[in-house]
């Protein structure tokens, strides 16, 4: 991108993939160039740390969410609202906000929305709550067992997000009880490891990992590509 060709970018959500999308693509351009990648699109002017949603629901944490300020670029502009619409033929996006809908130009769009929740258990949405959202789970009060403090016939269910991903990855086991819980590593395919932590030292190093994942995007603001994801398996010839 040049001063003389510069574009609209519209980047669609505000999780993790969002902020990272937008604060790095901002700080690898010129200051001459940033005035036009300059929209982003939440329902929220907060960021949720989905990570985090368990702590909420048992209770151990009061708040899962920061303001969206705090974590994206000082030129990102943003737009609290949904999209309605894409159109891509003529390249714009329409966008329902608490004053209207707005419609958005844009000349490439970052459609990072986010996984959603799967509850394939016949009657699980009718009678569970899930942990997939920040308002399900600031309603949802549970014991040590997981169960609803005020339907103890209601219980917590983690969701799945679909589809999977292929990426090495460590699973949070326990993490929804108040006591000093287990951390094990798990692989691609979420099938767990042989090592495991018990007790404060996977406390400490599920809190170390939730708050490396926050620091990932605000990295970028300043220091682009510096974020690195681990690659998943080869695929197989």
Known sequence: MSGSSSAEVVVIGAGYAGPMATNRLLAS????ERPHLRVRVNPRAHFVERI????LAAGSRESVTVPLGDVLHEDAELIVGSAKMINPDDREV????????????YDHMIYA??????APTPGARENAFLLADVDDAGRLRVDECLR??????TGACHPRPAPPSRRPRRQQAGALMRSPSDWCACGWHNSPRRFHLG????AMVKETICAMIMDAPRKERT???????????????
């Open 29 to 32: 351009v010129t200051e001459g």
């Open 52 to 55: 985090r949603l368990h702590k």
């Open 94 to 105: 329409t966008v329902t906000t608490a004053d209207g809908e707005v419609l958005l130009h």
């Open 113 to 118: 929305l986010g996984s959603v929740a799967a």
């Open 148 to 153: 609803s403090l005020d339907a103890p016939r």
């Open 199 to 202: 007790g404060p030292p996977a």
């Open 223 to 237: 220091k682009p590509g510096s974020y690195t994801s681990p690659k998943g398996p080869r695929a197989a010839a």
